[in-house]
């Protein structure tokens, strides 16, 4: 009895021993294969990122084992003398597909390596004292997934994470001064969250040239026209549906390339009937007339005008009744399609004509679409040059604006709204070398982005009408409306009293 259990004491020791040695070889096994994947996808991720000197490793040891270094250096002496060659004579083959990626390869580490150093010298470091330690920290904003946008146009992207007592507007407004400590040509800073957003440094400028006229879309989309292109090098697309468009810019900065791009991003609606074009030329048909063919109603006189702009609102008055109760969005169609109401130089009808009567009917046919048009699918689209108050009272109605070249730095504002310019839309610093060049505005989006309509000389825009007028002439197209110009006397007082 007395010796059973001893041999039972002597035996569970020896067990315990063996199954913590089996579990520390397990342990020390798992150790070395992890240590084996970690160094394999190491290397892997090494000869991935740099191929070229993986190459010259792996060949220079193959020469020093094979005793082959001569025929090695005359290799590399033939590739020195080929890239040289090369440089000289296809310098932009040889930018694009060797300078350049090795450029922004290193442009990317440095930003990301000299992040913190870089949000000292801006003021965006905040220092925190232990009150355990009494030691001071420095706290920045977190950067991450860094990466090329756009390749072509140099555009490099990241995530931030602003610190606890920060604001992505104190970013925001330190970000002019990232962009020159990056050597950026300029840096935006857009919100995503409270404490959340993304930063774009611009190297390169794709508005600095003229923009060609874009492809016509096929199938109409009201609600993304191309009309030309962003800062970052995408396709500008300009929403139509169910908005009103602003136009403001000094004589010379390009407001006709807007419209004209604008008329050639619809003008495959234009052509299907989905699409109704009528018009208000300001300079007396100068601006305009080329694209007579694309339009349903032309006025070139204030007189004309005004009642074009009153028969619009009638329109819109009739379509929002029939929609009651069955729809609150209008869908183009050929019975009833979308009705651009395209105004040039508005400051004509309502600031700059004599007859006070005249101003008084145009500023409440205009207020009454630009406050009703949206939903029945009337859309107006007016361009001005002076953006004051007493010219257009109503510019706080049109929900897109686009703000081109203007003569005072308070118009930004103006235009944009409160704190566009210090969001980065300085459009009194647009050159008038570049017209064409704008800053929108969308309600809703804080944010201005920078842009560049597409240039419509005189014989794309003749080829345009030629090419998309709908079907008809000018005189026999149906307008889709029971009021017309012909309207006698008890009509058009109908008309002014629903307006």
Known sequence: MGGRPQGVVTHRPSQQSSTGLDDWLVELILSLLSLAWWMVTTVAQLVWRFPLVAAVLVTGWWAYTRDHLLLVGIVVAVLVVALGVWRLAWPRSYSHLVAQPMWRRRKRRTIQRDWPALCERVGLAMTVTDRRSGLRQSWTPGLSRLRWASQEHLVLTGRVQVVAGQTVDDLAGAAENLGAACGAWSCRVRRTGPRAGTITWLYGDPLARVVDPLPVPDVLDASAVPVGLREDGQLWLLRLAGTHVLVVGVTGAGKGSVVWSLLGGIAGGIRDGLVQVWAVDGKAGM?????????????????????????????????????????????????????????????????????????????????????????????????????????????????????????????????????????????????????????????????????????????????????YAPRGTPTSRPVFSVVDSTEDTTDRSRQEGAA
């Not at 869908?331 to 109401?341: A, D, I």
Request: charged share 30%.
């Open 287 to 467: 601006e305009l007339q080329a694209g007579r063919d694309l339009f349903t109603r032309f006025a070139t006189t204030v007189e004309d005008g005004v009642q074009l702009l009153e028969d619009a609102a009638v329109l819109m008055s009739e379509r929002a009744a029939r929609m009651a109760g069955t729809s609150r969005r209008h869908e183009p169609t050929t019975r009833e399609p979308l009705l651009v109401v395209l105004v040039d130089e508005v400051a004509l009808l309502t600031a700059y004509t004599p007859d006070r009567k005249l101003r008084d009917r145009a500023e409440k046919a205009l207020a009454v679409i630009a406050t009703q048009g949206r939903a029945p699918g009337v859309v107006l689209v007016a361009a001005l040059q002076d953006p004051r108050k007493e010219v257009l009272g109503l510019r706080n109605l049109f929900p897109t604006k686009v703000a081109m070249r203007l003569d005072e730095k308070a118009q930004v504002d103006m235009v944009l709204g409160e704190g566009a310019r210090e969001s980065g839309a300085v459009c009194h610093q647009i050159p008038d070398t570049s017209p064409g060049v704008a800053y929108v505005k969308v309600d809703g989006v804080r944010e201005p982005v920078r842009v560049r309509a597409a240039y419509y000389d005189d014989q794309a825009i003749t080829k345009l009408a030629r090419s």
